[in-house]
């Protein structure tokens, strides 16, 4: 794939346009959008930039982080607190997402989606309350192993990084996680299955393959 340097203010507004144009594949009224990658590519930053991009251009935007939908520690640590295979296959509560996320926003949907599920510091319940996204609005998920999910996203992008620098820019305390995330390189080919791929080895200089 053939990637050029691009500002992250370019990215974010080339995006924006490009979700304005995109009808939601289901027929229904919200569409859905993914921003995938690993902690240390921080994907927090670039799905908080995009919904703004997008209130700005009149859109309703919900931002969901998959860390609010992360399994009772009874589960992700099953096998360990360090196995990479549960963290890869049994941290987030997929089903969740499904039920309390996709699900709402079917066509015919009530549109109340649930922000978040679990506190992983507290091992609790949330219990937040559902958040209405009117028609029209968008829904931004971001966070790891997004795809090869099935989740029902109409443009998905993944921020990628080369293994020297997901090694680098993961903390020492993290570095367990890695195998994870070549099994899900390996697996998925999230730069092949994703609509727009982002290389961000450096943060201050991310690099695209452009849009589809």
Excluded: C, N
């Amino acid at each position: 794939m053939r990637l050029e340097a691009i500002t992250w203010d370019r990215l974010t507004d080339a995006l924006a346009e490009r979700v304005l144009k995109t009808a939601p594949a289901d027929g229904g009224p919200w569409p859905r959008v993914a921003v995938d990658g690993a902690p240390a590519a921080g994907t927090a930053a670039p799905a908080a930039a995009l919904a703004d991009a997008l209130r700005l251009r009149g859109r309703s935007v919900l931002v969901i982080d998959t860390a609010g939908f992360l399994r009772p520690a009874s589960l992700r640590y099953e096998y360990g607190r360090e196995d990479p295979d549960t963290y890869y296959q049994g941290w987030f509560d997929t089903g969740a997402l499904w039920r309390e996320v996709f699900g709402p926003l079917d066509p015919g949907g009530s549109g109340r989606v649930l922000p978040d599920l679990w506190d992983p510091l507290t091992d609790r319940a949330t219990r937040s309350a559902p958040r209405e996204l009117p028609p029209g609005g968008v829904l931004v998920t971001h966070g790891p192993f997004l795809l090869g999910q099935w989740f029902p996203f109409d443009l998905t992008v993944h921020l990628r990084l080369s293994p020297s620098a997901l090694r680098r820019r993961t903390a020492d305390s993290e570095r367990w996680t890695l195998p994870a995330f070549q099994r899900y390189d390996e697996e998925v080919d999230p730069s092949a299955a994703a609509d727009v791929v982002v290389r961000a080895d450096d943060p201050r200089h991310p690099a695209w393959g452009g849009l589809p």
